[in-house]
Nanobody, 124 residues
Framework: QVQLVDSGGGLVQAGGSLRLSCAAS????????MGWYRQAPGNQRELVAF???????NYADSVKGRFTISRDNAKNTVYLQMNSLKPEDTAVYYC??????????????????WGQGTQVTVSS
């Protein structure tokens, strides 16, 4: 079992940056992969990025080249650096503890543990 606490959201103008943090209540070294999801009003929750415990990363096409996911095992924290933000990035962002697997490409399977979410609002 693990508790996840999301933070770092806020209001930013288009083109700006934010860094989200996901702090875990225990070591994340043994967690196969960690992911960031987002959900905008009226939309389904979508996977934004994930990182495996070996450091491999994967991004949704919509954020590729703008967002960077990283993990600090010593601090039990996963980060999402978001640059060049767009109004369409506005959503509640959630971290998740899950697992990654390969079937050709890397895929992410969400686990049962979620952060409480942090609101990101990008104004035009």
């Amino acid at each position: 079992q693990v508790q996840l606490v999301d933070s770092g959201g806020g209001l930013v103008q288009a083109g700006g940056s934010l860094r989200l943090s996901c702090a875990a209540s225990r070591s994340i070294f043994s967690i196969n992969a960690m992911g960031w999801y987002r959900q905008a009003p009226g939309n389904q929750r979508e996977l934004v990025a994930f990182i495996t415990n070996s450091g491999s990363t994967n991004y949704a096409d919509s954020v590729k080249g703008r967002f960077t996911i990283s993990r600090d095992n010593a601090k039990n924290t996963v980060y999402l650096q978001m640059n060049s933000l767009k109004p369409e990035d506005t959503a509640v962002y959630y971290c998740n503890a899950g697992a990654a697997y390969r079937s050709g490409s890397y895929y992410y399977r969400p686990g049962d543990y979620w952060g409480q979410g942090t609101q990101v609002t990008v104004s035009s």
